[in-house]
């Protein structure tokens, strides 16, 4: 079986994006907010024609995802930000692989995912609700899989229930 790279790479490039969304968050309080849309909308298409439907038909919606892709596949070093980024990925893909393989997880979160319609006719998708909603999600559904992500940055920030729950929603997406 062939295998479309491009595909792939876009794939790729959305878990990269994930994990830099992540990233910013927990270092710094907030992130690329239209990245973030991006990343947030790519969980609600339950049947995409295409991966690049998934990110809103536009590889500009993946411009930082591409990016942090390239930056982690040249980066030599072990340390720091190349290296916590490269483990937000490994790790979520760690997770993607072990829900792929629990069809009891893949249905609750298709139902929990088809739920938050009804919650985005009465609020934005950016909005604390919505993101309080999809963290829930995640530890409810994802999180049990496998390994906990651990993730790193400033205490301060980290501790602030909003960016908490901002931090869960990018994982995901």
């Known amino acids: 079986m062939a295998k479309n790279y491009y595909e792939i790479t876009l794939a790729l490039a959305g878990v990269c994006q994930a994990a830099h969304l992540v990233q ?3 270092h710094q309080g907030q992130c690329d907010n239209a990245a973030l849309q991006v990343s947030l909308r790519s969980v609600l298409d339950l049947n995409p024609g295409s991966t690049l439907a998934v990110f809103g038909g536009d590889e500009a919606g993946l411009r930082m995802g591409l990016e942090t892709l390239m930056a982690v596949l040249n ?3 072990r340390q720091g930000a190349g290296a916590e980024l490269t483990r937000y990925t490994l790790s979520l893909m760690v997770l993607e692989r072990k829900l792929s393989g629990n069809k009891s997880a893949l249905n609750t979160l298709a139902q929990r995912v088809s739920q938050l319609d009804r919650q985005l006719a009465h ?3 950016e909005s604390d ?3 309080s909603a999809m963290a829930a999600i995640y530890v ?12 790193t940055g400033s205490p301060q920030v980290l501790q602030n229930s909003q960016v908490q729950n901002r931090v869960r929603a990018a994982l995901l997406a």
Not at 146 to 151: E, L
């Open 75 to 77: 980066s030599g070093s």
């Open 129 to 131: 609700t919505i993101a």
């Open 24 to 26: 910013q968050l927990a």
């Open 123 to 125: 609020y934005d998708l």
């Open 140 to 151: 409810d559904v994802i999180s049990p899989l496998g390994p906990r992500i651990q993730v």
